[in-house]
Each structure stands twice: as C-alpha cells, then as structure tokens.
C-alpha cells in the first residue's frame, strides 16, 4: 500500500511539525528547513536556531487526544500547510492511528497501517517474520501471569527477553536500564519466572546471538511512493550503556554493502514505504540476523546527514514536489555520541578518559550539544538543571 501523502500549495516554505528531539531537528535543519517542535517551552528542542515555531507537548500515549488537537490547531494558524515528522514508537503509533485526521492538515509520509502494528508489537513482528521469511533469530512470544507454570521453551539457550513494549514502569524493576534480560539456562529462567509472572509483562523469548553490542549494525532508508530507494546508509552502534543490552550511547556511520543487500531485501520482503531503521546483528561466522525493524525517523539521520546522505530532507522534498538535496556517496566514518552516558560507557567498556576525551573532540556530532547550535545545551539543559538547583537551595 502506498504511503499516506498529502502535498500543500505552492509558495511560502512549509515549516516542518517535528515529534522528536533536537537530533532530528538539526538534520533537518542542515537541509535548510525550518522546524516547529512539539516541546514544553524549556525544553532544549525549543531553543535550537533551527526553530521558529512551537507547539505545545501533550503525551502521545497518555494524552493523544489533547496532542491531535494541539496539531491541528497549529496547522491551522500556519500559512501553508506543514510536513509531519515523528521521531519515536510513541510518536509513530500516534500519526498511525490519527493519519486520516491528520491527513487532512498535514503533510506526512507513513507505511501501511497493520504494517506498523506488526513492526511495534514484538509479538505480532514474530509472527510477521515467520510469514515473510525475514532472517530473526529463533523466537517465542511468553506472556507470564500470576499462577502460570514455567513454559518449556523450544529454544536454545542463552536466550534474550525482551518485553512487548517498555515501559520504565514495568520494565525497570526486572531489568534496569537495559533493553532486555539475558539468561543463560532454564534453572535461571525458573528463578526469573515469578518476578516475571508478578509483573505480567508480555515477552517475546530470543536465541542469543553471541557478541558484544558493537556487532550491532544498522541499515537506515527512505522508500519514495513508488516503491524506490530514494536515499540509503548503514551504520554500528560503538557503546551502549549498560554495555550489554543497553541503549545507544555512541554510534558510526558505515558503507556495509552485506547489511545494504540484506537491508533492501526485508525492505522488498515487507512491502514497506517511508523512511525504515532494520537492526541487525552479526554473528560469529558473520551470518546478519534481523532484531527488529523501526518505520520512523530517529537519531542516526543526523550523522547520516553530515554523511552525506539526509533522508528527512529527502522526505520533505517529495512531499513539498521541490527538488531533491544531493546523496552521496556516504561518507564512512561520521560518529555521534551522548556524552553524559558515554563517558560512563566508555569506562565500563576500559577505555580511559584521556582515550575517550580525544575521542569526544574528534567526533562529528553530539545529542543536543553543537557549536553552532548552542542555546538547546545552554538554555534548554544547563539553565533549566541550575533553576531547579536554586528553587530546591531556596
């Protein structure tokens, strides 16, 4: 199915509606548009140069009501007609389940609607890879509750858990901050069971494959209306924090033509318009297994950008019918890195902090911090942790 496109008039440039963070915004922002952030007034995305417009934050989970208003009320204040662009799982269900509402005011490009369902809800997506064929590792949907007995699982161990959606709520009390819980046998997942059981928390059970986090590799495209590749790069994930089965603390950008073969043909295999993110994983014979596939925006296109290759820019050409910015060739080597957490990543991982300074000075892109781009990090970071500082002092 074709993706959902809706082009505005000729004339003033449409400013770009973004439900995302500053990552987003600066890529776009580097492609010469202009952005309207849905943020509270002190975040750092209201602060960016890139910025000439707001609209007020509602939760895209909580609130999705008060959100599609908020939306709407601006796209109607707003001249021409504006370009969506969601960053997260939360941001990409809601334009999903709002999309003929939004359709209406906006101009957005998303995949087939029970496409993206499959892709969010971990276990739906197991049943969608074995229908297609796509190349996940071995897998199982668990679903623990008071009272069940230990399921025997027909996998492999170590196996991974991972929850259906995390929720820090929820999820943290089993496994902290990391994505999802290793366990090397079934007498460990006998001892984890009534924690799980306790907490419900729906799972889809994974063979492990073995390697560190930086065998993670990524492969990020722009898919037009007519089913063509429009813009493409890869990339691997260098830290996480916590250093297995963490969240992305630093990142590179790649040129792996295995993970752009592979990556194109789940593309085909889904059907899939817009923009898409396929993790996969590198096992030690370096077989690439699918984890997952993400149909939105998200934090690479920034390095990407710099890379040479700018896929919202590409997204927002089509939509607005002006020409299109140049692509590549991609320029391997491009980093990002948060480096708050990345500092602790790196000691975890051994590096020394001479090592990772030097590190940090030659890297090409931040989360939130850049030179020519300081008030997010000044005014939307440091400020606001100072006045809170001062009011809990008063």
Not at 131 to 151: A, E, F, K
Not at 231 to 243: A, C, N
Not at 347 to 359: D, N
Request: proline share 9%.
């Amino acid at each position: 199915m074709a993706p959902v496109t809706n082009r505005g008039p000729a004339g003033e440039q449409p400013v770009a509606c973004v439900l995302g963070n500053t990552n987003l915004i600066r890529a776009l922002g580097l492609g010469g548009i202009r952005c309207a952030p849905v943020a509270r007034r002190n975040s750092p995305p209201a602060f960016s140069r890139f910025v000439d417009a707001r609209v007020e934050w509602a939760d895209n989970w909580g609130n999705p009501e008060q959100l599609l208003r908020n939306l709407l009320d601006f796209a109607e204040r707003t001249p021409t007609t504006p370009v969506l662009f969601y960053q997260h799982d939360g941001d990409l269900m809601f334009v999903s389940r709002n999309r003929e509402a939004l359709a209406n005011h906006m101009r957005f490009v998303i995949g087939d609607q029970s496409l993206i369902e499959d892709l969010v809800d971990k276990t739906r997506f197991c049943e969608l890879a074995r229908r297609t064929g796509l190349p996940v590792p071995p897998s199982t949907v668990v679903r623990p509750h008071r009272g069940d007995p230990l399921p025997d699982l027909d996998l492999e161990y170590p196996i991974i858990l991972k929850p259906l959606t995390r929720r820090d709520r929820e999820w943290r009390p089993i496994a902290g901050a990391a994505k999802a819980v290793e366990v090397d046998s079934p007498a460990e997942l006998r001892e984890l069971w009534p924690q799980l059981a306790e907490h419900g928390v729906d799972l889809v059970a994974q063979q492990l494959v073995p390697g560190e986090e930086d065998r993670i590799e990524s492969y990020h495209a722009y898919v037009d209306e007519r089913g063509e590749v429009a813009g493409e790069f890869t990339g691997r994930k260098l830290r996480t924090l916590p250093r297995r089965l963490g969240d992305t603390t630093a990142l590179t950008i790649t040129d792996e033509p295995d993970v752009r073969e592979l990556g194109r043909r789940c593309l085909r295999m889904l059907d899939l318009r817009g923009v898409a993110k396929l993790d996969f994983k590198r096992g030690p014979d370096g077989t690439l297994f699918l984890f997952e596939v993400n149909a939105r925006f998200n934090l690479w296109h920034l390095p990407g950008a710099i890379a040479g290759v700018n896929l919202p820019a590409l997204v927002y050409a089509d939509l607005t019918g002006t020409p299109r910015p140049p692509v590549g060739p991609v320029r391997p080597g491009v980093t990002w890195s948060l480096p708050w957490k990345d500092l602790r990543a790196a000691r975890e991982s051994g590096m020394s902090p001479a090592a990772w300074l030097a590190w940090q000075a030659r890297s090409d892109s931040r989360h939130v911090m850049a030179l020519d781009d300081p008030m997010p990090f000044v005014r939307g970071m440091l400020w606001r942790h100072a006045r809170r500082r001062l009011r809990l002092r008063r």
